[in-house]
């Protein structure tokens, strides 16, 4: 198995004039990822099915276009790892993660927040449940994919470019939402910057203004990237592959690493 794998790899520039191997592996990747819809779509059954109800299937496309990932990952709490929250219907009901929005009460976009979960609920409010506890292919939520994205920006295999689409005004994530949030000064503006790349001729341009819009600080560092001094720490693509670093959220949620010239690019765009 070896020896069939290292001939691939040496014959493989042979057959596509122009391609690295970093490039090809990328193309293969890109074709098989899910379509728009189900990218970044996490499905929640630690307690569910024992309960005898479907698992809740959450789109983070949803999710995204009227929050920004810190909101829900640092101040609501969820964790960045799949099923590591445990969320259950107790918490809910007791006003935490799901719950801290979906009280019945919230009120966002001039629309109140449909209640979660209830002890004593009548028919009519588990007709509600299917909003979350649904399959994944015959989900019952309230939106629909396409009229909602509908004149989005899109990146490759028609995946949402959800940078543009703040930058265009298309969504305004919110990044406070009162008795959840922790008034926090501004951030000071960090300058954009070069990192060095081996493998390939572009170098990879960084920029904490666009991630910062999303993310703030917190939900990268400490925990994702152990330091906050440029060069402390060397990251490759292994790692970056394996789950690690920026991996942690461009290999499900956020644009797909195989979209190399999204980052190996000559300039800040």
């Not at 191997?21 to 074709?31: G, K, P």
């Not at 949803?62 to 909101?71: P, V, W």
């Not at 101040?75 to 009901?93: K, L, Q």
Request: aromatic share 12%; proline share 4%; hydrophobic share 40%.
């Amino acid at each position: 198995m070896k020896r069939l794998l290292v001939s691939f790899v040496l014959v493989l520039p042979l057959l596509i004039p122009g391609w690295t191997f970093s490039q090809f592996v990328a193309s293969q990747y890109l074709e098989n990822i899910p379509p728009p819809e189900y990218y970044g779509k996490v499905i929640l059954d630690n307690f569910s099915r024992k309960s005898g109800v479907d698992p809740v299937v959450f789109d983070h496309w949803l999710h995204r276009a009227k929050f920004t990932c810190r909101l829900c990952h640092i101040d609501v709490g969820f964790a960045m790892e799949a099923g590591a929250t445990m969320v259950s219907a107790a918490d809910n009901m007791s006003g935490y993660y799901c719950g801290a929005c979906h009280d019945g009460k919230m009120t966002i976009e001039d629309n109140v927040v449909f209640d979660s979960c209830a002890v004593n609920d009548t028919e009519e409010e588990r007709k509600r449940c299917g909003r979350c506890h649904s399959k994944t292919e015959t989900g019952q939520g309230e939106y629909d994919y396409e009229k909602f994205t509908a004149g989005f920006p899109l990146l490759k295999k028609n995946l949402i470019d959800w940078e543009k689409a703040e930058l265009l005004g298309k969504v305004t994530p919110l990044d406070f939402l009162e008795s959840i949030s922790h008034e926090r000064p501004s951030l000071k503006a960090q300058r954009d910057f070069s990192i060095e790349a081996a493998a390939l001729k572009s170098n990879v341009i960084f920029s904490h203004k666009k991630h910062t819009v999303w993310n703030g600080c917190e939900v990268c560092h400490p925990l994702i990237f152990r330091s906050s001094k440029k060069g402390t720490v060397q990251y490759s693509m292994f790692e970056i592959m394996a789950g690690e670093y920026c991996g942690v959220c461009h290999l499900t949620v956020a644009f797909p690493v195989w979209l190399c010239a999204k980052c190996h690019r000559d300039s800040v765009q």
